[in-house]
């Protein structure tokens, strides 16, 4: 299809009033909590030192519950690697999936703030880490990211995992360990393309945009202040369309050979907050529309 007729099509329904995609995470803003202060439907485990859920800005949204933990272990001579991990459902081979994440570190400092790396079904999908793209955490300073990606699943599996390690190889010292954050936990099967901004999201900042899709496919973003109450099916497409109208068109292009767009731009001065769609082209000339999503400066 056409970049043009594309946008066209786009902008053709984008009066069109449609369900939510849905998030195979339980819980992932960690807003329910059991008696002994752990987050509902997660396992936490190998931690050395018991986390907790906390309300604090992981996003860059204000604070809200999230997961918080002291990373790194009693010794100064092995890594300090913890889990949170649950049972995310079926995983079918071929399928594309979208995973996303907040992380931070914030606190005080005793050198490298850590990595968080996701794992669906055993195999590594997405990787934060501070210690090498930030490098040393001066006290007091927060660093916050997105965990963003799309990938095909390699297996099926019914009863497919999902597991977050957070890991740092510094002594966790009372006082002068920073604190990982870890919110805002989304995964769900995807046709369409998935807009991810790599870096701090701070406006009049500078970051990455990645657009991951089918390879040497046309795709379009739209921009729009909120979401449908009721999502509806579009005939002819595949998906659904989650944002409100009006729209205002944000980013058109074509993915290389392997499925990636990317720009480096800088944001615009001023905090904001929007919801972001993007449609590709289909095989069948229809549209294939992903998930919307919550993009934010601040």
Not at 15 to 28: E, I, K, M, S, Y
Not at 105 to 129: L, M, Q, R, T, Y
Request: charged residues 15%.
């Amino acid at each position: 299809m056409p970049r043009s007729r594309l946008f066209a099509t786009l902008v053709a329904v984008s009066l069109a009033g449609f369900a939510h995609a849905q998030n195979r995470v339980a819980n992932g803003d960690f807003s329910k909590v059991d008696t002994n202060g752990n987050p509902t439907g997660w396992t936490v485990s190998k931690f050395d030192f018991k986390p907790s859920i906390v309300k604090f800005d992981t996003a860059g949204l204000g604070a809200d519950n999230a997961f918080s933990a002291t990373h790194g272990k009693r010794s100064m001579t092995s890594t300090g690697i913890g889990e949170l991990s649950q049972a995310v459902g079926l995983i079918v081979q071929g399928q594309a999936y979208e995973l996303r994440g907040d992380v931070a570190v914030g606190g005080n400092f005793n050198n490298g703030p850590g990595k968080f790396e996701f794992f669906v079904d055993g195999v590594s999908v997405a990787v934060v880490d501070f210690t090498t793209s930030r490098g040393p955490k001066p006290s007091g300073v927060t660093f916050r990211e997105r965990a963003c990606v799309r990938f095909t699943a390699a297996k099926t599996n019914t009863t497919a995992q999902l597991k977050i390690e957070v890991s740092r190889k510094y002594g966790a010292l009372v006082g002068l360990t920073p604190t990982a954050y870890v919110d805002n936990v989304f995964l769900a099967p995807t046709l369409g393309p998935v807009m991810c901004l790599r870096g701090e999201r701070k406006a009049g900042g500078s970051v990455t945009l990645d657009v991951l899709g089918r390879p040497n496919t046309n795709f379009v973003f739209y921009a729009s202040a909120g979401l449908l109450a009721k999502p509806l099916t579009i005939p002819g497409w595949n998906g659904k369309l989650e944002i409100t109208s009006p729209m205002l068109f944000l980013l058109g292009g074509k993915t290389n050979a392997s499925g990636v767009f990317s720009l480096r731009l800088t944001t615009p001065a001023g905090a904001a907050k929007f919801y972001v769609q993007g449609g590709q082209a289909s095989t069948t000339a229809a549209v294939d529309l992903g998930n919307a999503q919550l993009i934010n400066l601040y």
